[in-house]
């Protein structure tokens, strides 16, 4: 469970955002992140014939870090360039996190622990501020979002097995639906659609998109 973070002086686009995710988002993980019960939001919302080519195998139970970070011309969000060298899904935009272990005990302990073994972001420079709705990706992950202030005068030590590089988008950005198009492109014989965010060179798309629609439904829906 999280403590409730106490209202404290940010950047006013900050401070209005968390305002409503104080009362928006959970405070405990959302139920179903070790069953296999088919969550609300997913890849599977765009592509729904996606249900049916999940793999057989129990769902894999993840976690990632929506680290915001308060700087002085507006709230930022932390994301990662994978490493091109890893096997799945390499090269793509995506949060800190991961699977979640067996010790790691809950779902905020694994986003902690991910972004630490990625960036180097450690958990005693992150205040979380709550939980999002469950996430099931194509591949058969159910994410854990986990929404946290990442303390801005943070030093981050990349993990290059795991992450090329690091950007800071603006929230403003992300959470203007306006710049989340919806594309397609074929996949596993099938055109499957999904959401898409360019930014500056960088395209943010599928599940890391997916799960900032999330964000943005949940907190101005």
Request: net charge negative; glycine share 8%.
């Amino acid at each position: 469970m999280l403590t409730a973070l106490p209202p404290s002086t940010h950047h006013p686009e900050l401070e209005a955002f968390l305002e409503r995710a104080r009362h928006r988002l959970a405070a405990e993980p959302p139920a179903g992140l070790h069953l296999d019960s088919v969550p609300d939001h997913g890849d599977h919302r765009f592509s729904p014939g996606l249900l049916a080519e999940l793999p057989a195998a129990p769902a894999k139970p993840a976690a990632v870090l929506i680290a915001l970070i308060d700087r002085p011309d507006g709230p930022t969000v932390l994301l990662t360039h994978r490493s091109s060298a890893l096997r799945n899904h390499s090269g793509q935009i995506a949060f800190p996190g991961g699977r979640i272990d067996p010790g790691d005990g809950s779902a905020l302990a694994a986003a902690m622990r991910e972004a630490e073994e990625e960036v180097g972001l450690s958990a005693s420079l992150v205040k979380p501020v709550g939980y999002l709705d469950l996430y099931l990706t194509g591949s058969g992950y159910r994410i854990a979002p986990v929404v946290a202030l990442a303390d801005p005068g943070m030093v981050l030590h990349l993990n290059p097995a795991e992450v090329d590089s690091v950007f800071e988008c603006p929230l403003a950005f992300l959470m203007d639906p306006a710049n989340h198009l919806s594309e397609s492109r074929e996949w596993r014989g099938a055109m499957r659609q999904y959401y898409a965010i360019p930014w500056q060179g960088h395209y943010i798309w599928g599940a890391t998109a997916g799960i900032i629609h999330t964000l943005y439904e949940r907190i101005y829906g």
